[in-house]
């Protein structure tokens, strides 16, 4: 089969697609990803993707494009000449894939899936229900399955990503924690000043430590590397970045898409959790996991991208002493 998987939003998101991916992979003759601009990065990597189309959605993100803008009618016409028997379409919990399905059908897809909670009408041919709380990673895959896609035998359904570059060139030799203090949304970040002083923190304790981040925080990273950290900020790709989690011994990071990149190489994550969406359904899968913030803060379920409760009381809560600890722990269970 010609298989289509769609999959809109971020880095993260397109992450957490992977074993859906790799379970429409096993039954494709050839499989494409259709994704954003922001999951580009992320789709390139997926082990069982021959190629990708990137289209900026006027229903997803924070700057979604206008109807006209996004051409429409240019992405239908070349849906259709790429003739896709079949389309998966994966979506958040709180997002609706009926726009996604009604474009695929004026391109003459011939059999689409999704996980909706809306009436489809002749929008899909095969209509899921998630359990509920169930992680976007295994609802993913539960809506794969629905459409007849099934893992390979032996495929345990962990997040993958194809081989990562060596990065000791970077991280310089010997064993490392990884402090990424970036995040894609105020609201899931960890005071900057925190940040620092668990990396000193994790220095003095006797761990080399490396601060990551993308090209736009490099003064952050800066600021939180000091005198203690090697600084990497702005001087990864997604794919160096992959390299340098797969060797670390653990990473620092919010929720936010390095966590996932990280459980993607097997690496452990200390997670500096916000609850504005929940963690049953976003924290790092499938790796060892320490989860610090108040899960049951007054921002818990909001999907804010900027803190509703004065003070951010679910992670200022969290101590530099409560994140080295939680590395201490990750460290002796992996030992």
Known sequence: MNVLVVRLDSFGDVLLAGPAVRAAAARAAHLTVLCGPLGEPAARMLPGVDDVIVWRAPWEGVHPPDVEEADVPGLVAELRERAFDTALVL????????????????????????????????????????????????????????????????DDGRLRVLPAPDTAALTGNGPYVVVHPGASAPARSWD?????????????????????????????????????????????????????????????????????????????????????????????????????????????????????VPGHPCLNGVTAHDVVSAVHKLLKESA
């Open 192 to 308: 900057a000043e925190r940040h620092a002083e668990a990396v000193r923190m994790l220095a003095d304790a006797g761990h080399r430590v490396v601060v990551t981040g993308g090209p736009a925080e490099k003064a952050l990273t800066r600021m939180v590397s000091g005198d203690d950290a090697v600084d990497l900020g702005g001087r990864t790709g997604p794919r160096e970045l992959a390299g340098v989690l797969r060797g670390a011994d653990a990473l620092v990071s919010a929720n936010t898409g390095p966590a996932h990149l990280a459980a993607a190489v097997g690496t452990p994550v200390v997670s500096l959790f916000a609850p504005v969406v929940p963690a049953s359904r976003w924290a790092p899968y499938g790796v060892p996991t320490v989860l610090l913030g108040d899960q049951r803060a007054d921002c818990a379920g909001t999907r804010a991208r900027r803190c509703p």
């Open 91 to 154: 979506t958040s919990f709180h997002q609706s894939p009926l726009p996604a399905a009604l474009l695929l059908r004026l391109a003459g897809v011939g059999r689409i899936g999704a996980d909706s909670v809306d009436h489809p009408g002749r929008l899909l041919d095969v209509r899921h229900r998630r359990l509920p709380d169930r992680h976007e990673a295994e609802a993913a895959l539960d809506t794969a399955l629905a459409m007849g896609f099934r893992l390979r035998a032996g």
